[in-house]
């Protein structure tokens, strides 16, 4: 078997936010929020030993928020893994990350302004963190992750002047469109995708990742997870990808902590399931979500 591009492991449920466009915003407070012990972090890293060489720790929670998080990164170092995480940046400078290679810091907008959606969550905070980071002689490789809503083509054009004057130390900006899913937004309208085209094209000199906003034709892409990355929740439930992750129990392929990957691989749910997504045969969620190009963020 080729090793899987990487493997996501959702840490911890806990977050310090309330972003009404994420499910978290449906969560009163932290009291029945999970997170997964180091024991049984580290047990799940020797079951995928040797499916793949990258861990990516991010679930429906803020990974900071971890108290072990520092020893997890080491722990995948141990074992010549290499980490990356998305993070709200609140808490950047309260954890070490000499450990980590790579952190995508969600940053939709540089500043409050009227539509923010990101609650319990300072722009200006996050940007001085950010820069705080970047002043260090070593950081993670940095790159920006937006949310692109019909409301905020102005303030993506602020994040893209942003990385334009710090271009040689954020290696890239992954732009992705709002997913109705998680809440009730409406998706990401054709008229907002080309100005963030156009937007896009006049920062051509930027690593954009943007294939997913300003992709405005209307086939099918097959996608990328069950084949060539897979997705951990908090439990260690194998689930069919992170957008149908989380708390939802719609797919749960199994236990990491009953059985080993290969076991959980060879099952005739498991294997069900990649046909369907071969012969394009999706069920809704997945439809909703190729509509929107969400599951092109990371291919
Ligand atoms: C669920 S958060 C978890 C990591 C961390 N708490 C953070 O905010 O970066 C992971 C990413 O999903 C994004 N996200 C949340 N709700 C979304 C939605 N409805 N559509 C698209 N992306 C969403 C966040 O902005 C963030 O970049
Ligand atoms: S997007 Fe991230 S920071 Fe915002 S509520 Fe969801 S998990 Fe928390
Ligand atoms: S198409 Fe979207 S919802 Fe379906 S498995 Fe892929 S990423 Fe997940």
């Known amino acids: 078997m080729m090793p899987l591009d990487y493997i996501q492991v959702e840490i911890t ?10 499910s978290q915003s449906k969560i009163s407070d ?33 990974p900071l928020m971890h108290k072990d998080f520092e020893s997890i990164i080491f722990s995948c170092k141990q074992k010549n893994l290499t980490t ?7 808490l950047l400078g309260h954890v070490n990350l000499e450990c980590l290679d ?17 609650l319990g969550i300072i722009p200006e905070q996050v940007v001085e963190n950010l820069d705080d980071l970047l002043a260090q002689n070593r ?8 949310v692109v809503r019909d409301t905020s083509v102005a303030q993506v054009a602020k994040v893209l002047n942003y990385v334009h004057t710090r271009r040689t130390q954020i290696s890239g900006v992954v732009l992705v469109p709002v997913l109705d899913i998680y809440a009730s937004n409406d998706l990401l309208s054709p008229n907002v995708r080309r100005e963030i085209a156009t937007l896009t094209r006049s920062f051509s000199h930027l690593p954009i990742f943007d294939d997913a906003v300003t992709n405005t034709d209307d086939s099918i892409h097959s996608c990328g997870w069950l084949f060539d990355k897979l997705y951990f929740d908090v439990h260690g439930i194998l689930r069919v990808c992170c957008v ?56």
């Not at 999970?34 to 990258?54: A, C, E, P, Q, V």
């Not at 990356?84 to 609140?90: K, R």
């Not at 810091?105 to 990101?118: A, F, G, H, M, P």
């Not at 708390?247 to 060879?266: E, P």
């Open 13 to 22: 449920t806990l977050c310090n936010a309330r972003c009404r466009y994420c």
């Open 30 to 62: 932290n009291t029945n929020q999970h997170s997964m012990d180091i024991k049984s972090f580290n047990i799940l890293l020797d079951r995928i030993s040797g499916f793949t060489n990258n861990i990516h720790l991010q679930g429906v929670g803020e």
């Open 84 to 90: 990356s995480t998305t993070t709200n940046g609140t």
């Open 102 to 118: 790579e952190l995508y810091i969600s940053l939709d907008s540089i500043e409050q302004w009227e539509d923010d959606q990101r």
């Open 139 to 146: 950081h993670p490789r940095i790159y920006l992750t937006s």
């Open 244 to 299: 149908r992750g989380g708390n939802s129990n719609d797919i749960a392929l199994g236990s990491i902590f009953s059985d080993g990957l290969k076991t959980l691989l060879s099952q005739d749910h498991f294997l069900r399931l990649m046909q369907r997504m071969r012969r394009e045969d999706h069920d809704a969620i997945c439809e909703k979500c190729i509509e929107s190009g969400l599951c092109h963020i990371w291919r």
